[in-house]
């Protein structure tokens, strides 16, 4: 399993700038979007090549969200500035993927004010962080030729906070999810990983996770800085996901058996 890489200076000169994270993860979205769309290259999408009513000139993204919030933005509008966002997120990471977020705040912002009710203080970053992690994990599947693209990005994120608020983490050591993944006849355990990918039980984002801190001895305090998230919030998500894959694991639900989807580069 690949280790994860979040370091791609060439897609933007932007994304050569530092960026720090502090626990307010949304406001620092925000910062940092302004940020890049800063300067004589500001991070915009070519409104005149995109048509379906954008403004035809390079739009920088703090104000391609205020476009799209407008009511006289439409569907097709809206469907076709996202369907860009995340083409170039696909294509250069990094700084196009910070934009897909920053445009979404809005979205997001009430997606966790609805999730965050009556919690405390640590739950509602825990679900911030779910809800911020489930949204960037969509932007590499969802499909871009069906309508309503942001809304159903926000019912993914929305999925993925109420995950983190219904859940009730148990701790689970290495040995206890290892074992099973390292005794015959459980073969390797990328393929266990890939397995319970294929069957919904864990995410590509936490197999990756799990295989690069529990396979590939990297410590979580390394991946949570490079992710920008706050190391509890990480260690929890990481914890959740291995128990559902252990639980899989014991009821047979995941074996090893080798799928179509193993060639896939990202495993």
Same mark, same amino acid.
């Given at each position: ?5 979040? @370091? ?13 994270? $502090? ?9 940092? +979007? ?7 290259? *500001? ?11 954008? *403004? ?27 369907? %860009? ?9 990094? #700084? ?8 979404? /705040? ?8 609805? /999730? ?6 640590? $739950?509602?970053? $825990? ?12 932007? &590499?599947?969802?499909?871009? &030729?069906?309508?309503?693209?942001? +809304? ?17 983490? =148990?701790? =689970?050591?290495? $040995?206890?999810?290892?074992? *099973?993944?390292? #005794? ?10 890939? &397995? ?19 396979? %590939? ?16 919030? +990480? ?7 291995? #128990? ?5 694991? +014991?009821?047979?639900? =995941? ?8 060639? @896939?580069?990202?495993?």
């Amino acid at each position: 399993m690949p280790r994860i890489s979040y @370091d791609r200076p060439e897609a933007h000169p932007a994304t050569a700038r530092t960026i720090t994270w $502090d626990p307010s993860l949304l406001d620092t979205v925000e910062r940092t +979007l302004r940020q890049l769309c800063e300067g004589p290259a *500001p991070l915009a999408i070519d409104g005149k090549a995109i048509g379906n009513g954008l *403004p035809a000139r390079l739009i920088p993204l703090t104000e391609l969200r205020a476009i799209l919030l407008h009511p006289s933005a439409d569907r097709t509008t809206r469907d076709a500035a996202w369907r %860009e966002l995340i083409t170039q997120a696909r294509t250069y990471g990094d #700084a196009w993927t910070i934009g897909c977020v920053g445009v979404a /705040l809005p979205g997001l912002r009430h997606v966790i004010s609805t /999730l965050s009710r009556a919690t405390s203080a640590t $739950d509602r970053a $825990d679900i911030t962080a779910e809800v911020v992690i489930g949204f960037v994990h969509a932007l &590499d599947d969802i499909d871009l &030729d069906r309508p309503r693209i942001m +809304l159903r990005l926000c019912r993914i994120a929305r999925k993925a906070g109420q995950r983190a608020r219904r859940a009730d983490v =148990v701790p =689970v050591s290495p $040995d206890t999810i290892l074992r *099973p993944m390292s #005794a015959p006849p459980s073969g390797h355990p990328d393929l266990l990983l890939a &397995d319970a990918v294929e069957q919904g039980i864990i995410t590509r984002f936490e197999a990756q996770l799990i295989g690069t801190t529990r396979l %590939e001895d990297v410590n979580l305090t390394d991946v949570a800085e490079a992710l920008g998230l706050g190391y509890d919030a +990480l260690r929890k998500r990481r914890s959740r996901a291995e #128990a559902r894959l252990r639980d899989a694991i +014991l009821d047979g639900r =995941v074996s090893t058996k080798i799928h179509d989807s193993m060639s @896939d580069p990202a495993f």
